[in-house]
């Protein structure tokens, strides 16, 4: 009895110490597992980027002209109101034009005089160089008659000029639009009397459209005429892609700013007064290295990125350049095609051990994150 609870024993035992050897085995191959930081990666790639330098400035409308009387005369029409949409040619109000209409008549009268006075003439003399041919007059008399018809032709141009000049001023009693545009301000109404000069309408053209964009005065030495400009303002979805146009000369005093000049022209729903959101393209890379942002990270010795290799971080300084749109451009330290860590490469040290988690995994994460 006793040699059998003695065997028990040693088996017992020996089970032990085989669970415990076993134990120790899935913790060392744990341990290891745990040591394995889960990664997603991403190769190097090449892109253009832009070197650029942002600013908010207004648009100023270049073609907003105040329409005014070109005649005396009383309003006898309104034809627009302000915020009214308009055409070039349309017709925007009208002045008394019964002075006007009188002097047609008085020259329409004078010309008619003057015809028929030139037609009796011509026939004199038809007649007389008839007679002049039989020796019934002298060469005097021919030359008299046409003088006479000589001056009356000199009349009738001149009546007609008259009445051509009574119409010009006659028409302009109907005021059109130089421009396509709205009506910013009527400044008259029915009934006014109107001098010469005096305003009636100021139209508002979107036609073209002036950006005054103020940059610092450090900026001075890098902006040029020429250069590439992207515009957007809040009034419109429409990105204008101009240049600069000028940059002028003088440095406010207030802000110290240069006020660089861009041109819009035509372009739907930009409006004079908004204001502006300016990118001035300062230089372009064609080839430039690209790796996504995180992938850089700050360690004591520098910017590094961490090039994985058979599960294996690889820690490689880089010197980096331009940043846009969430990437960083590596200028030097790393070539094209090389896979760097993205998402945990902040958790990384030298030659770690890595687990690259897979783009689907990254996305079904991705979907059941709250």
Not at 32 to 45: F, P, R
Request: aromatic share 2%; with cysteine; hydrophobic share 40%.
């Amino acid at each position: 009895m006793r040699h059998q609870n003695r065997s028990i024993y040693i088996f017992f035992l020996i089970n032990l110490v085989l669970l415990s050897a076993c134990s120790k085995q899935e913790a060392v191959v744990d341990k290891k597992v745990s040591q394995e930081t889960l990664i997603s990666v991403t190769s190097a790639q090449t892109s253009k980027l832009e070197s650029r330098e942002e600013t908010v400035g207004t648009l100023e409308g270049l073609i907003d002209p105040t329409i005014a009387a070109e005649v005396s005369g009383r309003v006898t029409q309104v034809l627009v109101h302000p915020g009214q949409a308009v055409k070039k040619g349309q017709l925007l109000a009208t002045l008394d034009d019964t002075d006007y209409s009188l002097q047609r008549k008085e020259s329409q009268a004078e010309v008619a005089r003057l015809e028929a006075l030139l037609a009796n003439q011509g026939r004199a003399v038809d007649r007389n160089q008839k007679l002049i041919q039989k020796n019934f007059i002298s060469q005097n008399a021919l030359d008299d008659v046409s003088t006479q018809q000589q001056a009356i032709k000199q009349q009738l141009d001149g009546a007609k000029a008259r009445l051509a000049s009574v119409d010009h001023t006659g028409s302009k009693a109907r005021v059109f639009s130089p421009v396509d545009g709205v009506v910013e301000k009527q400044l008259v109404a029915i009934g006014d009397y109107l001098k010469v000069g005096d305003p009636m309408l100021q139209v508002i053209s979107k036609q073209k459209l002036r950006a005054h964009l103020p940059f610092p005065e450090t900026l001075a030495g890098k902006l040029q005429p020429g250069l590439k400009v992207r515009l957007t303002t809040p009034t419109s979805p429409n990105e204008v892609i101009a240049t600069i146009r000028e940059l002028k000369p003088l440095i406010s005093s207030d802000s110290r700013a240069i006020d660089v000049i861009a041109d819009v022209v035509d372009e739907e729903g930009w409006q004079p007064g908004a204001s502006v959101n300016a990118s001035v393209v300062l230089n372009e890379r064609d080839a430039a290295v690209i790796v996504p942002e995180q992938s850089v990270v700050l360690r004591p010795a520098g910017e590094v990125v961490y090039v994985i290799k058979d599960n294996q971080a690889m820690q490689r300084l880089v010197k980096t350049g331009l940043r846009q749109s969430g990437q960083i451009e590596i200028i030097e330290g790393l070539s094209v095609g090389e896979t760097v860590a993205t998402d945990g490469a902040g958790f990384l040290t030298d030659k770690a051990h890595v687990k690259i988690q897979e783009a689907d995994q990254t996305k079904t994460a991705g979907r059941n994150k709250p």
